[in-house]
């Protein structure tokens, strides 16, 4: 307890809720602060400063107030030359924006794994932080991170469950580190808590998604695309999120700085929707001497949760340097007050959420195209059975058929203009998928030409003569 020191106390009423709370006039074990006598335009009764001369500075008040109302300052502390610790040192003010940094690994050509691709990708943005638990097809994942991060000045941590990995990843963020987990399937299952409170607190994240077929335990390991609809909607109360699909070990590289980036720029959960086979194919890819990052912007001062534009993405300070921080997962103002019961700042705050995503598609969309220029008709990929979708419109071209295909680098949002546009251009959409129809269903809302579906759901990659037959007999031989 500070002896021979005097302390200040500051209530600000505007801010204080009343007689709802009391925390800290229950709490206040000097009986400084005291129940309200006036009540308020809005109707509340707000706490009030009753024997400041009685304050230790213990500040139990301060730290429990939940709308941050209270300020304990130590008024002797003029006489001191003890400097400001913790979280009373200013923050050193950055812009934030795109930098250039060296790679991780020596540029050139290397040949890995598709998840060792991903955790060098990650350690190339400037993940310092990693949080997991072990499940296939992604535990190498957590494996080369636990091996690489010490070694780069990071930090790893083996987590209880995918639950506490997706929480420790949010407070990691919260302190100024970018970090990342990786899970399949049932840990994905376990992470959508978490990812929705990611969304609402607008914490920078990766959670890395290896695709396996399930559902539930499934087939551990073997491949399959079913979580496309969860990446979106796993999580309640609706919520814009980015997610990217490689198809090879280069993108595993590419789209892991990539969704580092984005959710820098965005301050959203991005998710890598790997699968099976990418995870755990072996292939060479080619890594540049530098790597264009993205860091969050951090103004001392600035509200970290609200910005004049309609879809604007905040600042973002950090845990310990000067700034006071409430972060909540329910309903808050610009500065993280709790606001639960103010219908104009939760419409305004869901909105924000999802303007700040649907405004810049420009800068998050990203596909490819192949063999588009005379396409009659086009398949649309993503993932490992993009692979198999290019060798059979080959195939199908080798014998005369006008077949294009629009690979998707992006799923979420959902690029539908993208769809639109090639659906009015072609006479027929094919959409080849290890799951029983998750983007076929998309396109169909998005496309007025017909949409056609191959499906797999076997557990194997997506059979290139399955999607042959397809493109060369039409709907005569449709997988069921
Ligand atoms: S804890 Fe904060 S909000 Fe609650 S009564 Fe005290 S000052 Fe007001
Ligand atoms: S700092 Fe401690 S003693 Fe002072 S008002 Fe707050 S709770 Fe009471």
Redesign the pocket.
Known sequence: MPRNKT?A?TLDQDLCKGSDCYI?VN???????AEGERITSKGLRPAQ?KD?D?????????TLCPDLA?T?SDTSQAATTVPAVGRRQPASPSSGGWTTSPGALKPGPHYMMGDDACAEGAIAAGCAFYAGYPITPASEIMLRMATRLPETGGVFVQMEDEIASMAAVIGASWSGLKGMTATAGPGFSLMMENIGYACMTETPCVVVDIQRAGPSTGQASRPASGDIMQAKWGTHGGVEIIALVPWSVQEMYDLTIRAFNLSERFRVPVILLGDAIVGHLRESFHVEETVELFDRAKVPGAPPFGTEEEAGVPPMPAFGQGERLLITGSTHNEFGIRKTADPEVQQRLVRRLSRKIVAHLDEITDYELYYEDDAQRMVIAYGSTARSALWAVKRARDHGEKVGMLRLKSIWPFPGEVIRQWGDACQELIVPETNLGQVSQLVQQHATTPVSLVSQTNGEIMDPRRVTDFLLDGRTKLAS
Request: net charge positive; with cysteine; glycine share 8%.
């Open positions: 302390f106390v800290c709490a206040c074990p000097k009986g400084v602060l400063v400041p009685a304050c230790t500075g213990c500040r139990i008040c301060e209270i304990i």
